[in-house]
């Protein structure tokens, strides 16, 4: 398991395009490395389009139209990149600390529970607190939910891949779950809770669109996880971690109490995304609403070179990426299940990068 | 239980453990040869989805399941090279061809066949009793009343587990999972040797998926292995890393999938959602019993770099 791969040797010992990556240095390569396998991925769908029988120019087009082509355009990509980014900030942490978190998708999806929960429940409380509390509520769960995975890693020595991944199908199933039960709305077709009261709704942004205070939730969490993670005793534990688990046993840090601290707030932010989903677009908890986004967050993370702030960026992209492609698939009928094909690709290539650059990060 | 139940359940048990004991196979090659194997559910889709649609546009399910194992050795050949040449990390890498699957197959349908939503539909190869032996009692319902591919997939444990265990080859593969410098030492070359057990790999899970496709279901939708790849992962770790192991766990999900869809034809007061999470339980909570005993090969994840 290395995320960040093992020192390279010198380069004479090395060739093609190994030496390519060789040649460029630091964050500037990060950077370029990251955007040459977007375009490397773009360009490999581009191919498919072909085949498919559509000129990508006009299919690239129409997706950039349907990222950017109207205020409204743009605040739908905002709104889907926030929870990306809350959940792919949390992923990128457990990445950097080396402890794989790809339990997303089940924290998003009991988060989402959660918050649903409390805000099925707002005339009980206060005007002021229903808001915060259903978010707390989301972001309890999470964190409870990875909380649980990390006991079982812990404890019982199975890997954290499989913990967090099993339990992304348990999370899920659990909407349903209580779908189906007390928190379901009776007589709807569809497998989903009542709508929310107004007072649970997260507020909006910019008033009359669509645009609520997630995204400026996002961003101060974003921050805040930067000041955390390079400016605290934690941050630094999780650097240790990530570079050796023996220099982290050396110096005497407990790798255990980490990872069980930086799964919990993992879990907590993706729980908190699942919150901002249910509280801010859809406005009520809807079986399968987290599909895909744990994946999403790992696709986040890795594009940000596990840095807690390049999240930003990464997120949105991602956001306006999928919000492009729902239009293309309208406009000129390319399937969107493209932008599945770009992800992976890009991941792929990130991948690839990352490990034939050997990514060196200032501990 | 009645004989009649018993057979019943029994019988569904080594129908639905037989995409997942290919998978688990091919899995186990790609982790024996130091390589998590988190991309078989993809190799699983994408063997699906090619099975599917070779087997419709040749109207000949043999030809299915000829090319389904193409295109999950071809996905595999993706995660083996991103992996084993260029270091890419591999549980990510697993991921992302998994997503990368279920896009490319969504994608491919609807460019083949165009509309929305298409759906295949195939005609499902019969049963072929094995004769004599069909006729035991219990026995003969249970394991001698199947499709050739299902007697297959059994079959196919005893000479993964020869080539795993008795052959040169086997012995490279799984010096390189245990330690890749010292096979390189020996002369073999590790990262063409994980490459090769991976897009291997792939090919087991890729007749897994056209199995799910052509036997089970006889038609391919998007994403239709559902997470299978993933138990088929749990198997292998259950079953510590051996092919009859991996061949165990498999029947142990099996059950509980066969049970599964009993329990919800009785129509007892518990949820199928809560029914449904069961196996993923039983994995994690079995998983969580083999807990640090099972010795996984030592030098998987490690990326093997020349020096």
Same mark, same amino acid.
């Given at each position: 398991m290395s995320l960040v791969a093992e020192?390279?040797?010198?380069?004479?010992?090395?060739?093609?395009?190994?030496?390519?990556?060789?040649?460029?240095?630091?964050?500037?390569?990060?950077s370029l490395l990251m955007v040459g396998a977007v375009a490397l991925?773009?360009?490999?769908?581009?191919?498919?389009?072909?085949?498919?029988?559509?000129?990508?120019?006009?299919?690239?087009?129409?997706?950039?139209?349907?990222?950017?082509?109207?205020?409204?355009?743009?605040?739908?990509?905002?709104?889907?990149?926030?929870p990306y980014i809350l959940a792919g900030a949390g992923v990128a942490?457990?990445?950097?600390?080396?402890?794989?978190?790809?339990?997303?998708?089940?924290?998003?999806?009991v988060g989402g529970i959660g918050a649903t929960f409390i805000a099925l429940n707002a005339a009980l409380l206060p005007v002021v607190l229903v808001v915060p509390l259903s978010l707390a509520a989301g972001a309890l769960c999470g964190a409870i939910w990875a909380g649980l995975a990390a006991i079982v890693h812990l404890?019982?020595?199975?890997?954290?891949?499989?913990?967090?991944?099993?339990?992304?199908?348990?999370?899920?199933?659990?909407?349903?779950?209580?779908?189906?039960?007390?928190?379901?709305?009776?007589?709807?077709?569809?497998?989903?809770?009542?709508?929310?009261?107004?007072?649970?709704?997260?507020?909006?942004?910019?008033?009359?669109?669509?645009?609520?205070?997630?995204?400026?939730?996002a961003v101060v969490v974003v921050v805040a996880l930067h000041v955390l993670f390079w400016r605290t005793t934690f941050g630094f534990r999780l650097r240790i971690m990530g570079e050796s688990r023996?220099?982290?046993?050396?110096?005497?840090?407990?790798?255990?109490?980490?990872?069980?601290?930086?799964?919990?707030?993992?879990?907590?932010?993706?729980?908190?995304?699942?919150?901002?989903?249910?509280?801010?677009?859809?406005?009520?908890?809807?079986?399968?609403?987290?599909?895909?986004?744990?994946?999403?967050?790992?696709?986040?993370?890795?594009?940000?070179?596990?840095?807690?702030?390049?999240?930003?960026?990464?997120?949105?992209?991602?956001?306006f990426l999928e919000a492009g492609a729902l239009a293309m698939q309208r406009e000129v009928g390319v399937p969107s299940s493209l932008v599945f094909v770009i992800q992976g690709l890009t991941m792929i290539f990130v991948l690839c990068a990352i490990g034939i650059g050997g990514a060196e990060r200032k501990v | 239980m009645e004989i009649g139940t018993l057979i019943d359940v029994l019988t569904a048990t080594i129908r639905i453990a037989t995409p997942l004991l290919f998978a688990a196979l091919g899995g186990l090659l790609s982790e024996r040869a130091g390589t998590f194997a988190v991309g078989v559910e993809g190799m699983m889709l994408a063997g699906a989805f090619g099975g599917a649609v070779a087997a419709l546009m040749s109207g000949n399910v043999l030809i299915g399941f000829l090319v389904a194992p193409m295109a999950g050795?071809?996905?595999?050949?993706?995660?083996?090279?991103?992996?084993?040449r260029f270091r890419a990390d591999q549980m990510v890498a697993g991921l992302a061809i998994n997503i990368l699957s279920l896009g490319l197959t969504s994608f491919l349908l609807r460019g083949l066949f165009g509309g929305r939503a298409p759906?295949?539909?195939?005609?499902?190869?019969?049963?072929?009793?094995?004769?004599?032996?069909?006729?035991?009692?219990?026995?003969?319902?249970?394991?001698?009343?199947?499709?050739?591919?299902?007697y297959a997939a059994f079959l196919l444990v005893i000479p993964v587990w020869i080539f795993l265990m008795k052959t040169r080859g086997g012995l490279i593969l799984r010096a390189v999972g245990e330690n890749p410098e010292a096979a390189h030492a020996a002369g073999s070359n590790p990262i063409l040797v994980r490459i090769a057990a991976i897009a291997g790999g792939g090919a087991l899970a890729g007749l897994g998926g056209a199995t799910l496709a052509l036997q089970e279901v006889g038609t391919f939708t998007d994403g239709m292995t559902n997470g299978?790849?993933?138990?088929?992962?749990?198997?292998?770790?259950?079953?510590?890393?051996?092919? +009859?192991?991996? $061949?165990?766990?498999? #029947? !142990?999900?099996? &059950?509980?999938? /066969?049970?599964?869809? @009993?329990?919800?034809?009785?129509?007892?007061?518990?949820?199928?959602? +809560?029914?449904? $999470?069961?196996?993923? #339980? !039983?994995?994690? &909570?079995?998983? /969580?019993?083999?807990? @640090?005993?099972?010795?996984?090969?030592a030098a998987i994840g490690a990326p093997f770099q020349k020096h």
């Open positions: 020192p390279v040797p010198s380069p004479s010992h090395r060739r093609g395009i190994d030496r390519l990556v060789d040649a460029l240095s630091g964050s500037a390569r990060t991925a773009l360009a490999t769908t581009a191919c498919l389009i072909l085949l498919a029988g559509t000129n990508p120019i006009t299919a690239y087009g129409a997706l950039v139209r349907g990222a950017f082509g109207s205020l409204d355009r743009v605040i739908f990509g905002i709104n889907k990149a926030t942490l457990c990445f950097r600390a080396k402890v794989i978190n790809i339990g997303a998708e089940g924290q998003i999806a404890k019982r020595g199975v890997h954290e891949v499989l913990c967090t991944l099993l339990l992304n199908f348990v999370g899920v199933l659990l909407v349903s779950e209580v779908l189906h039960g007390d928190m379901g709305e009776p007589g709807a077709g569809f497998p989903q809770s009542p709508l929310i009261a107004r007072v649970a709704r997260l507020p909006k942004l910019i008033s009359g669109t669509d645009l609520h205070i997630g995204i400026l939730l023996s220099a982290a046993d050396y110096v005497g840090l407990s790798v255990p109490r980490a990872t069980m601290r930086v799964m919990l707030l993992a879990g907590g932010l993706a729980g908190l995304a699942g919150g901002i989903e249910v509280l801010g677009v859809h406005l009520r908890l809807i079986e399968g609403f987290s599909a895909g986004f744990g994946f999403n967050a790992v696709a986040v993370a890795l594009l940000a070179s596990l840095n807690p702030l390049a999240v930003l960026p990464a997120g949105l992209f991602l956001g | 050795a071809l996905l595999g050949l993706v995660v083996g090279i991103a992996t084993a759906v295949i539909r195939l005609t499902i190869p019969p049963v072929v009793p094995v004769p004599w032996l069909s006729d035991i009692p219990l026995l003969g319902p249970v394991l001698f009343r199947h499709p050739l591919v299902i299978r790849g993933f138990i088929a992962l749990a198997a292998i770790i259950v079953g510590r890393w051996t092919p +009859v192991g991996a $061949m165990l766990g498999c #029947l !142990l999900f099996g &059950a509980v999938a /066969a049970l599964e869809l @009993r329990i919800q034809g009785l129509g007892l007061p518990v949820s199928s959602y +809560v029914i449904q $999470m069961v196996p993923y #339980l !039983l994995a994690l &909570a079995l998983l /969580a019993g083999v807990g @640090r005993s099972a010795r996984m090969p």
